[in-house]
């Protein structure tokens, strides 16, 4: 599996912004899909979970403003990041959880740079 992440890039605070993750090869063999970011400096957090199920779990930091959804698939799973603020600002990755050969293993996009400011 190989993921593809995009939409990041330079945001008002209080404005919106969607990241997608492209996923390709194997993807029947994904079971759940997640993003992270990660700011300067700190370390990378998992701010949102989307199950094969399409159930979703949100970190605090995140919740009621960000909504992950699956779009055809796990061709393409999309973050809609409404209502930003500064300490959004980071670069956010997205991951699959997959099961192949009768393994579990994660596999994980480039990044992508959301930056807040005025």
């Known amino acids: 599996v190989q993921l593809q992440a995009s939409g990041g890039g330079l945001v008002q605070p209080g404005r919106s912004l969607r990241l997608s993750c492209t996923a390709s090869g194997n993807i029947e063999t994904i079971y759940q899909m997640n993003w992270h970011r990660q700011i300067p400096g700190q370390q990378r957090d998992i701010i949102a979970t989307?199950?094969?199920?399409?159930?979703?779990h949100y970190a605090d930091s995140v919740k009621g403003r960000f909504t992950i959804r699956r779009e055809n698939g796990w061709n393409t799973v999309s973050l809609q990041m409404d209502n930003l603020n500064r300490d959004d600002t980071a670069v956010y990755y997205c991951n699959a959880n997959v099961h192949e050969g009768g393994y579990y293993m994660s596999r994980w996009g480039q990044g992508t740079l959301v930056t807040v400011s005025s």
């Open positions: 989307i199950t094969d199920n399409d159930s979703t």
